[in-house]
């Protein structure tokens, strides 16, 4: 998801970007087997582009990701190392979910190192449309992003922001995902006084192509306009946006839950983002409460 210069929240820009291990092999003794169609195996598990799947009732979903970037042609010696938890939450069956994330960042600018919470996200997401055989989804998102950062060290913003997403999901026969999404966030009143209110977009798109039900092949694209205060006192506007390969495999137990495991190595396309990183992606989820449903 997801930055000093690319935040999700819609600020500066970094961790924004990042707001999303390989094993290999056939599923372990005592785990579920290979759902009947490869497509069925793993889904909203991608690290940039959100997929339009809410959790099933009484699912939870524990998302951790971590990412290690350096910027080696434009700021020499600059290096990240973003931190993002989210927990999401089943609200009144499929329909409704809700969510938190939280990240942390270390940031390394002219050799020194600082390290902050970034702005927190509260987060509603409604299942608007979902198609159980070809999987085509539309789940419009609505977040509350509390200015829980440090905006003088570029971890956060000063006052409460709000943001809209609208991820929409398919399929192409049995292997093949395709996820689009298209947002903005509003920042009203931030900055300095005289304070400042800003208006950033994002659009993403994503291919994920399933060798099974367990292991999948991602090509992730994200971009980020943004608006930010410069030292002359004028707002100035960048563009930042990666593209990101990556892989994902799933460890499904036979009480239903699920380990997935993720690389990504996010690839800076402007001068706003790093210029090469690493994705560490670990999601577990499980059954807390209610019956499996029977089909």
């Given amino acids: 998801m997801y930055p000093n210069k690319i935040r999700c929240a ?25 759902p009947e169609r490869p497509i069925d195996g793993i889904m909203d598990n991608s690290f940039f582009v959100e997929e339009a799947y809410n959790q099933e009732p009484g699912i939870v979903q524990h998302i951790f990701t ?8 434009t700021s020499p010696g600059d290096k990240r190392l973003d931190f993002v938890f989210t927990q999401e939450w089943p609200a009144y069956g499929q329909a409704h979910q809700l969510s938190y994330t939280v990240p942390y960042s270390f940031v390394r600018n002219d050799g020194r190192w600082t390290d902050g919470i970034g702005d927190v996200f509260l987060n509603y997401r409604y299942q608007a449309y979902f198609n ?20 003088d060290r570029g971890f956060g913003n000063e006052g409460l922001g709000y943001q809209w997403n609208l991820p929409f999901s398919t399929t192409f026969g049995d292997r093949l995902f395709a996820h689009a999404n298209a947002g903005l966030t509003y920042l009203p009143d931030v900055g300095e006084r ?3 209110s800003f208006l950033n977009y994002n ?3 994503s291919l994920i ?10 090509l992730e694209w994200f971009g980020y306009w943004s608006e930010t ?9 960048q563009f930042a946006s990666l593209i990101s390969p990556g892989v994902r495999y799933a460890v499904n137990f036979k009480n239903g839950s699920q380990l997935v495991l993720g690389l990504g190595v996010p690839l800076g396309l402007t001068q706003s ?16 409460f209610g019956k499996e449903e029977t089909k």
């Fill in 229 to 237: 205060m410069g030292t002359t006192g004028k707002v100035e506007r």
């Fill in 66 to 73: 971590g990412v290690y970037s350096v910027d080696r042609l």
């Fill in 203 to 205: 659009f993403g798109g």
């Fill in 194 to 196: 005289p304070s400042h």
């Fill in 273 to 288: 983002t790093p210029d090469v990183g690493v994705l560490f992606y670990v999601s577990f989820e499980h059954r807390l």
């Fill in 10 to 34: 819609g600020t500066k820009t970094y961790w924004q970007l990042y707001a999303l291990v390989i094993l290999a092999g056939t599923s372990p003794a005592g785990m579920a087997g290979d």
């Fill in 209 to 218: 192509y399933c060798v099974s039900g367990t292991l999948n092949f991602m």
């Fill in 132 to 151: 159980e055989k070809t999987l085509t989804a539309f789940a419009p998102r609505f977040s509350l992003v509390f200015p829980t950062g440090d905006d």
